[in-house]
């Protein structure tokens, strides 16, 4: 914290009187969003010798330049409509924006700012009719602690005239947590506009916390395969029969699908595949996929004599020709093709974000939601 009241100039003043209280910080707003989409970013450092804005994505750093009261600024744009998420460099030290309540809690924190469109974007807040996120703690098994998942209930649920609904189990990527699809992904306002549209029927979707494992490393392929695994026992055992012991819920593969971006898309190929009696439909979003053969996938789930649900699986996968998953994508997609596995690919323009796994969702969300369920 020392470090931190340097930089930021707190209480860096010589004692003056007794009972003089110390200089406050200057007052900036940051960021300010502003009609041509550029946006001007502030931090109060009277201290730092050198201050520079990181992280936006597909910007690079920028210098920011101080003015006499120990603002430093920078502005940068027009951007495109997006939710991009920043951070400063001050001097050697890494801070969020101490103006700018809004986060995303990665392995890291970083701060949020969303840029607004015309309201096209299927991600917007539009005036149409809303549901709502819920949020529920239970007692994991698997992780031997509390864990957690969301969960977006349509518009006019609460009301208990609707029938069973179909679900989604929407899982996010590595350092992510179950909170990232809503804040970051905008799901539940993707839900809310597509149903508006007519374009997707009423359903539930399921919003779990991908880290069975605890990350106490990197990103390694033997800690994907063994989270992988343990997050399948987790959706399978204990987070699907909560979900449906508290919402009105279908219980059938037709009415249940699976889905994720990244490490979660390869947990959605991974259980879908090997689960069709659980999930119908599984989408797949600039996925990490699976490491173990696809023959060992596609066997009968232990115990079960024949599996005449696997006819009935489809499988959706979208990935950036820029995403540095791309060439492992076309390969897992080949190698559904060589096994006669039921899918869509859908290659296209983009790298690992999120602006691309929104749109993703928006497309794929008709396609998980089947019209039979």
């Known amino acids: 914290m020392k470090l931190f009241d340097r930089l930021l100039g707190r209480n860096n003043y010589v004692p003056g009187p007794a009972g003089e209280a110390p200089p406050a910080p200057t007052a900036c707003i940051s960021p300010e969003v502003m009609p041509d989409r550029r946006v001007k970013f502030r931090v109060h450092a009277p201290r730092a010798r050198h201050v520079t804005l990181e992280g936006l994505p597909g910007v690079r750093g920028q210098p920011m330049s101080r003015l006499p009261d120990g603002v430093w600024h920078a502005t940068v744009g027009p951007l495109r409509p997006g939710i991009y998420t920043y951070y400063f460099k001050v001097d050697s030290a890494v801070f969020t924006d101490p103006r700018n309540r809004n986060t995303q809690r990665w392995l890291v924190s970083n701060s949020v700012v969303e840029v607004p469109g015309d309201g096209s974007e299927m991600w917007a807040l539009r005036r149409v009719p809303h549901g709502a996120v819920h949020r529920h703690r239970y007692s994991s098994t698997g992780r031997g602690r509390e864990s957690a998942f969301q969960v977006y209930t349509p518009p006019g649920y609460r009301d208990g005239s609707s029938a069973p609904l179909p679900a989604v189990y929407l899982l996010h990527g590595f350092g992510d947590d179950e909170r990232a699809w809503e804040e970051i992904g905008r ?23 991908g880290h ?8 390694t392929d033997a800690y994907f395969e063994n989270n992988a695994a343990a997050m399948e026992r987790e959706l399978v055992e204990e987070i699907v029969p909560v979900a449906e012991a508290l919402y009105r819920i279908r219980s059938s593969p037709t009415a249940r699908s699976v889905a994720g971006l990244s490490m979660g898309g390869g947990h959605a190929l991974r259980v879908g595949l090997r689960r069709p009696d659980l999930f119908g439909t599984v989408a797949a979003f600039s996925s990490k996929p699976p ?32 995403d540095y998953l791309f060439a492992e994508n076309q390969r897992f ?11 869509a690919w859908h290659p296209g323009p983009g790298g690992h974000d999120w602006s691309v796994w929104r749109e ?5 969300f008709p396609v998980l939601v089947r019209p039979s369920a």
Not at 212 to 219: D, E, K, L, N, Q
Not at 296 to 319: E, F, H, K, M, Y
Not at 333 to 343: D, F, G, I, P, T
């Open 291 to 322: 490491l173990t053969p696809l023959d060992d996938l596609l066997r009968n789930t232990p115990g079960q004599a024949g599996n005449p649900a696997r006819d009935l699986l489809s499988v959706w996968i979208a990935c950036g020709q820029e």
């Open 360 to 364: 993703y969702l928006a497309q794929a």
């Open 333 to 343: 997609v080949a190698s559904l093709q060589a096994h006669a596995v039921k899918h």
């Open 212 to 219: 069975p494992i605890p990350i106490s490393g990197p990103a």
């Open 187 to 209: 799901a539940a306002c993707i839900a809310d506009n597509l149903i508006a549209a007519g374009v997707l029927r009423p359903c539930i979707v399921v919003m779990p916390h």
